[in-house]
Nanobody, 114 residues
Framework: QVQFVESGGGLVQPGGSLRLSCAAS????????MAWYRQAPGKQRELVAT???????NYADSVKGRFTISRDNARNTVYLQMNSLKSGDTAVYYC????????WGQGTQVTVSS
């Protein structure tokens, strides 16, 4: 069973930046599209960004222009660079397959607050 281990979250002031990482324990990482999701308190989990094996990206409108998803297939790792953070970005962030998520990891908490 594939495991996803997210890291890099923390407390940051509005306007600040964070870089999240997610390591996947699978040999097929390079063959599948990956995604970052987030779940804010009291809300449903939502899709934030996706990246294909070849590097084509897509973003939710709420993060477009501020977040950048990337991947390193040699390291089985996907990243999320988050800039110009807002209080509305506060959530637990998860990575998983794009389109057909498998088991969820523990996620990494991102809190944007002054």
């Amino acid at each position: 069973q594939v495991q996803f281990v997210e890291s890099g979250g923390g407390l940051v002031q509005p306007g600040g930046s964070l870089r999240l990482s997610c390591a996947a324990s699978t040999r097929i990482f390079s063959l599948r599209a990956m995604a970052w999701y987030r779940q804010a308190p009291g809300k449903q989990r939502e899709l934030v960004a996706t990246i294909t094996p070849g590097g084509t990206t897509n973003y939710a409108d709420s993060v477009k222009g501020r977040f950048t998803i990337s991947r390193d297939n040699a390291r089985n790792t996907v990243y999320l660079q988050m800039n110009s953070l807002k209080s509305g970005d506060t959530a637990v962030y998860y990575c998983n397959w794009s389109g057909a998520p498998g088991s969820w990891g523990q996620g990494t908490q991102v809190t944007v607050s002054s």
